[in-house]
DNA sequence: ATGGTTGCTTAGCAA
């Protein structure tokens, strides 16, 4: 089983990218974040056509989540109890092919020390309380999303620069750690050890272009699924595609 | 670089 995560910021904006990726690659589940698209505006039909199943919690402009699969889904939850941001979509939960799958969208920050920033960190605090008091480190589960946290320095393109800055702030870093510290693996360094493994690229300062990138889209798993992860790979080809999101999806592959 | 670009909405915010 494949599980992929994409912040396409936008649904609509991003629709004939995502169904010309979906058709080519088909993984089984894919979480979306950002889709800014109401959930009576949500595109059904064309994820439909090529065997998606959706469910998703949206609103206008802002936020958004999705999760589309091939696969059946059930044990759809919107809420993260006790949200300090409750007013916005950035949460969405569901059980498929025998695993808990969680989709995060985490509160970008804005700027360190301002009010959102405050927001972001005991927004990762809750997530953390919500796991530790709901899930054991044995059960398969997967979170997975837009962590708007670089967790190490080699995860951004120049760590003594961007030290101290939103999305590598200590105490953001510290709050994605205690995520991890409760029993999750970050797939991707299940795989690779070397630093340049980007997933969002600023669309200011032809960031793409000279690769000023930072890697803040996870997918986390527990120790049953760490053990059954083959592979994780970044689609970095979609960030030179015309159209493109700022972000690229990250796809882990699972054995059975 | 209190800049720069994109998306949503339509002047200004969020990222």
């Known amino acids: 089983m494949r599980i992929a995560t994409w912040n396409v910021n936008s649904l609509r904006a991003r629709l004939e990218l995502l169904c010309a990726w979906l058709q080519q690659e088909q993984p089984e589940v894919v979480c979306l974040q950002e889709t800014k698209v109401a959930?009576?505006?949500?595109?059904?039909?064309?994820?439909?056509?090529?065997?998606?199943?959706?469910?998703?919690?949206?609103?206008?402009?802002?936020?958004?989540?999705?999760?589309?699969?091939?696969?059946?889904?059930?044990?759809?939850?919107?809420?993260?109890?006790?949200?300090p941001a409750a007013a916005e979509k950035r949460f969405l939960a569901a059980t498929v092919g025998g695993l808990r799958l969680i989709n995060v969208y985490v509160p970008n920050g804005q700027a360190v020390g301002s009010p959102?920033?405050?927001?972001?960190?005991?927004?990762?605090?809750?997530?953390?309380?919500?796991?530790?008091?709901?899930?054991?480190?044995?059960?398969?589960?997967?979170?997975?999303?837009?962590?708007?946290?670089?967790?190490?320095?080699?995860?951004?393109?120049?760590?003594?620069?961007?030290d101290g800055e939103i999305l590598f702030h200590p105490e953001e870093r510290a709050a994605f750690a205690r995520l991890l510290a409760w029993g999750l693996h970050d797939t991707l360094r299940l795989h690779h050890q070397e630093g340049g493994?980007?997933?969002?690229?600023?669309?200011?300062?032809?960031?793409?272009?000279?690769?000023?990138?930072?890697?803040?889209?996870?997918?986390?798993?527990?120790?049953?699924?760490?053990?059954?992860?083959?592979?994780?790979?970044?689609?970095?080809?979609?960030?030179?595609?015309?159209?493109?999101?700022?972000?690229?999806?990250?796809?882990a592959t699972f054995r059975d």
């Open 39 to 83: 959930d009576e505006a949500f595109p059904v039909a064309p994820l439909a056509a090529l065997g998606y199943q959706a469910v998703y919690s949206g609103q206008k402009t802002y936020n958004g989540v999705a999760i589309l699969s091939r696969l059946p889904l059930a044990e759809v939850s919107t809420v993260l109890p006790a949200d």
């Open 116 to 162: 959102k920033f405050h927001t972001k960190l005991a927004w990762l605090a809750q997530l953390h309380r919500f796991l530790a008091t709901t899930y054991s480190p044995q059960q398969p589960l997967v979170l997975c999303g837009d962590f708007n946290v670089a967790p190490e320095p080699r995860d951004v393109y120049d760590a003594a620069k961007v």
């Open 197 to 251: 493994l980007y997933s969002w690229w600023d669309y200011r300062n032809a960031a793409f272009r000279r690769n000023w990138g930072f890697r803040i889209d996870h997918i986390l798993v527990t120790a049953p699924l760490a053990a059954r992860c083959t592979g994780v790979t970044l689609a970095r080809a979609l960030r030179a595609q015309p159209n493109p999101s700022d972000h690229i999806p990250v796809v």
